[in-house]
């Protein structure tokens, strides 16, 4: 019988602009074996590359709260976990369109187990007031100010929520309820995470 080869474990991250992903993937990661990769992050380091070929491009739709051709933002991720040398990662904030999925699908789908999506769920409200809180704290981030997150939930609602009903259809989606504060929050994660250890 031959074998068959592990494959790295992955569990997307989704949910909207100031619903805690980042916040409750550290959590995360300091109880569970997972590696945390956000996509807006791995961005916005490569942004701040001087020899970058995509630093203007990423500026730029970062700014819009649009979202990069999937090329760019794949690459990075694939990038990270080969070079990481684990096998669990949680992907945080992508996939985030239709054309992220579709490049997922050609390049990596088959070569990892998609083990399920945490959907931090929150009133966008409340995820608006969170990021202009950051913001105004100094988050150092060019989007989070109201013109930019206008834009960003727009983004949001009409092409990343699809995604994440489209996942929710195959079964793989965790609602778990983002209002709450961060501490409160990450008491649901964990029964969520205790399932995939
Ligand atoms: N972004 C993107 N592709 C990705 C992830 C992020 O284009 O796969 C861009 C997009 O412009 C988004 C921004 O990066 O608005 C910030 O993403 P991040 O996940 O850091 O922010 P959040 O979801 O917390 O608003
Ligand atoms: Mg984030």
């Known amino acids: 019988m031959m074998s068959k080869v592990m494959r790295p474990k992955v569990i997307f991250v989704l949910g909207a602009p100031g619903a805690g992903k980042g916040t409750q993937c550290s959590k995360i990661v300091s109880d569970f074996n997972y590696v945390h990769l956000s ?5 916005r380091e490569e942004r701040t590359k001087p020899n970058s070929q995509y630093g203007k491009l990423i500026d730029t739709y970062l700014k819009e709260g649009k979202i990069v051709p999937v090329a760019i933002s794949c690459g990075l ?28 699908t050609k390049d990596v789908a088959d070569h990892v187990d998609l083990q399920c999506v945490l959907f931090f769920d929150c009133p966008l409200e409340e995820c ?6 950051r913001g105004a704290e100094g988050s150092g981030r060019s989007d989070d100010n109201e013109e930019s997150l206008r834009k960003r939930i727009e983004t949001y609602l009409s092409q990343t929520s699809p995604i994440i009903q489209h996942y929710n259809m195959l079964k793989l989606v965790h609602t778990i309820d983002a209002s709450k504060d961060p501490d409160k929050v990450y008491e649901d994660v964990k029964k969520v995470m205790s399932k995939y250890i």
């Not at 996509?39 to 961005?43: E, K």
């Not at 990270?80 to 997922?104: C, Y």
């Open 39 to 43: 996509a807006g992050d791995l961005l």
């Open 128 to 133: 608006v007031n969170r990021c202009l809180k």
């Open 77 to 104: 991720l694939k990038n990270a976990m080969f070079e990481s040398h684990k096998e669990r990662f949680l992907i945080d904030g992508f996939p985030r369109n239709q054309d992220n999925v579709d490049g997922w």
